[in-house]
């Protein structure tokens, strides 16, 4: 990003930052469009929560945490404790498996998170929910969760990455099923994760 550009950005989506930017930016005025994101009414972008069930982690959830984690000062990936659902993975094996599959990026995080994500990001100081989009078919429901998620907390905003093209088939209820079936996983998930899914499954 150009000076020019990188101060438009400071200027108008985050605060100006620190003395040294605020000398870069001061001159440029805040778009109109943008007035009312007055700097108290923001929450910061620079902390990102990528929310998911991850049962379990495929490598497109890596790809896009990697994209993220370029993208972020810290990156958190929240696993959700789900009462509901019958995981194929505890949340304990799912958060494993991310740690030991993120350990190489020092601003990723695990966490694990339950109720609504909106009081979870609150309470991690985190402007920004990062969601991958596959395919068109993804777009109706990451859409809905998005403006939901926007109606529970205008200051929330979910910014969406594409996976690289190779993941966007790829879906953890697809490896399940057939990691089931004694399909090969090579190349779908990390390896450590094809271990745990055959142990799991044998
Ligand atoms: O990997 P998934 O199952 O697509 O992730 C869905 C997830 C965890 C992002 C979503 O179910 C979620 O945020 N649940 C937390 C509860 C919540 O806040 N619900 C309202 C979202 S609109």
Known sequence: MGL???CFFYASISDCGG????QDCGTLPHPPELKSLSRRNTMKTSIAIYPGSFDPVTNGHLDLIERGEKMFDLLIVAVLQNAEKKPLFSVKERVEMLREV???WPDVEVDVFGGLLVDYARKRG???ILRGIRAVSDYEYELQMALMNR???GRLE???MLPGLTYSYLSSKLVREIAQLGAPLTGLVPPIVEERLKAKIS
């Not at 003395?19 to 605020?22: D, V």
């Open 4 to 6: 020019d550009a990188k």
């Open 19 to 22: 003395p040294a930017q605020r």
């Open 102 to 104: 993120t350990k190489q």
């Open 126 to 128: 985190a402007g920004v």
């Open 151 to 153: 109606k529970l907390e």
């Open 158 to 160: 979910t910014v969406f």
